[in-house]
């Protein structure tokens, strides 16, 4: 990795892991019974992502797990539940969310939406893209 690269990545900073799941309430409730997560923020109905989400956390410093419902459908994470749901996608908070998209998109990314304004994270701009990996990454803006 160039030194350029390496000051560049520094900027991602690790946000949340995205997990599908059909019903909120019940997923929120087996995390918190199994590893006492609790909900830290939500539930958010987001019609522009056409989902509902709600954000778990065990305390500062812990990860984060949003979790993320059909809110309708059809639904972007409908083919992810059909597939039995589960963790599907990390999110990255970025300083400059347009010079991200362009720097995943230089780095064999493509870009499948956004940016658009996200109501769980009070309108900041979100982006979805896949990597040459096939994984799936949220980047938020700052």
């Not at 160039?2 to 900073?13: P, R, V």
């Not at 522009?48 to 812990?62: E, N, P, T, Y």
């Amino acid at each position: 990795m160039s030194a350029a690269m390496g000051l560049f990545m520094d900027k991602f900073a690790f946000h949340h892991i995205g997990v599908a799941v059909r019903d909120l309430q019940t997923a929120a409730q087996i995390l918190t019974n199994l590893f006492d997560y609790r909900v830290s923020a939500g539930p958010f109905d987001d019609p522009i992502q056409k989902v509902s989400v709600c954000f778990l956390s065990r305390g500062q410093g812990d990860t984060v797990i949003e979790l993320v419902a059909p809110l309708g459908s059809p639904s972007p994470i409908d083919r992810t539940l059909e597939k039995g749901g589960g963790a599907y996608h990390v999110c990255y908070q970025v300083p400059d969310i347009r010079a991200a998209i362009d720097y995943l998109i230089n780095q064999g990314a493509f870009l499948l939406s956004g940016p658009v304004p996200a109501v769980a994270f009070e309108k900041r701009e979100i982006a979805w893209l896949m990597t040459g990996a096939k994984l799936l990454v949220e980047l938020l803006q700052a």
